[in-house]
Structure formats: structure tokens, C-alpha cells
């Protein structure tokens, strides 16, 4: 793993400098994943891995609603009580150029985490303003917000979803390593452009002022 993880680091920090847009993750890759998915999935009655896939699956419209409400009662419960990921807060605000969350969240949860945080962000784009990940859509509408192109914009992130929808839209690919991730990267690591072992070896990369 190690070795894999070698030789997708960037050789030198001179490409960094190209990103005109970054686009983050939020849950375990900003912020220290929180969200109780196993009870989530008990109180709907949801067997499928994917809380969001099994909601939207669901015929009955007003079931579909009822179980967005009870999955972002959850993710609002946990936006109060969110902690930022080591160097998560000096990368993002100290990053010389567009920057922003991408989440599966509700925009309205991330919105909080952004606010009690202190996190700034020019853009915050949840499940309610397009299509989640892995589909690339998000990122492509950060992209027409700003008129970025997508040779020009990175995205971040700790889970397969979000380098498929950064290489769906155009973009290069960062891979967070985290204890919670570490066992399962290696199904997925072909994705990422760039693997990275922390926000601060990110940051670095990034050319981020101290």
C-alpha cells in the first residue's frame, strides 16, 4: 500500500499552482465523520449500503420525503456537534483560489458546519442543488458558477464517490488517507490523481502560507 502510495504523490508542487477551483468532501475528509449510518438505516427500515440511493428508490413520494426529513435531522444533529479534521480549516482558508464543499449532505447541514467552524467557503453545493456524487454534476455546476474549466479545478475527498465525480467532470483527483479509509483505498486508489496522506501534506502541495 505504501508503495502505491508513493508513486501517486506529485513530484514536485509546481503543477499546484494551476488549480484555479477546489472542490472538498465534507464527512471524513473536512470534518471527522459523525453520522451514525447503521441507526439511520434501522429507523427508515433501509437494507441497501447507500442511505441516499435506498431513499431515492423509494415509489411512495411522500415516504421519500418523510425519510429525507428523518436523514437530515440526523446530518443537522451532527452539523452542532462537527469537529474539523486535523489542518482542515488553515488549508481551506488559507487556499489562493476558489474553494468549496461538495457534499451528499443537505446544503443547510454543511452551511452550519461552514458557520460554527469557521470555515470560508465561496460555494456550498448539498444534495438539493444537483445530482449527488458520484455523479459529476455538483462539480460541474461549481465549475459553470465560476466559469472554471475543469482542467483547472481539483477535487478532494476520502471515498470512491468523490473521485468518480471529479473524473467525470474533467478534473484531477486528491485521495485523503485516514485511519477510517486506509483499509478500504486500495479498491478505489486507481481513481485519484494524487494520494495524500494528510490535509497538511495537501496543503503543502498546495503552497499554502502558514
Do not use: W
Not at 117 to 126: C, N, P, Q, V
Not at 164 to 172: E, I, P, R, T, V
Not at 175 to 195: C, E, P, W
Amino acid at each position: 500500500m505504501h508503495q502505491i502510495i508513493q508513486q501517486r504523490k506529485p513530484e514536485s508542487s509546481g503543477e499546484s499552482s494551476r488549480f484555479e477551483l477546489i472542490a472538498f468532501d465534507l464527512d471524513g475528509t473536512l470534518i471527522e465523520l459523525n453520522i451514525p449510518f447503521d441507526e439511520i438505516r434501522r429507523e427508515l427500515g433501509i437494507e441497501g449500503r447507500f442511505i441516499l440511493e435506498s431513499i431515492m428508490d423509494e415509489k411512495d413520494l411522500q415516504r421519500r420525503q418523510e425519510m429525507l426529513r428523518i436523514l437530515e435531522s440526523y446530518e443537522l444533529r451532527c452539523a452542532m456537534e462537527a469537529r474539523p479534521a486535523y489542518y482542515a480549516v488553515e488549508l481551506v482558508n488559507g487556499l489562493d483560489a476558489i474553494k468549496g464543499v461538495i457534499t451528499r449532505n443537505s446544503r443547510r447541514s454543511a452551511e452550519i458546519v461552514a458557520e460554527r467552524l469557521g470555515f470560508e467557503f465561496d460555494f456550498i453545493i448539498g444534495r438539493e442543488d444537483a445530482e449527488p456524487k458520484p455523479s459529476p454534476e455538483p462539480l460541474n455546476l461549481a465549475l459553470r458558477m465560476f466559469g472554471v474549466s475543469p482542467s483547472k479545478a481539483l477535487m478532494v475527498g476520502d471515498f470512491l464517490f468523490d473521485l468518480l465525480s471529479g473524473k467525470a467532470a474533467g478534473a484531477k483527483t486528491a485521495l485523503i488517507l485516514t485511519d477510517r479509509n486506509r483499509g478500504m483505498a486500495k479498491s478505489f486508489i486507481q481513481h485519484a490523481d494524487y494520494v495524500f496522506e494528510s490535509l497538511k501534506e495537501l496543503a503543502d502541495f498546495l503552497e499554502v502560507e502558514q
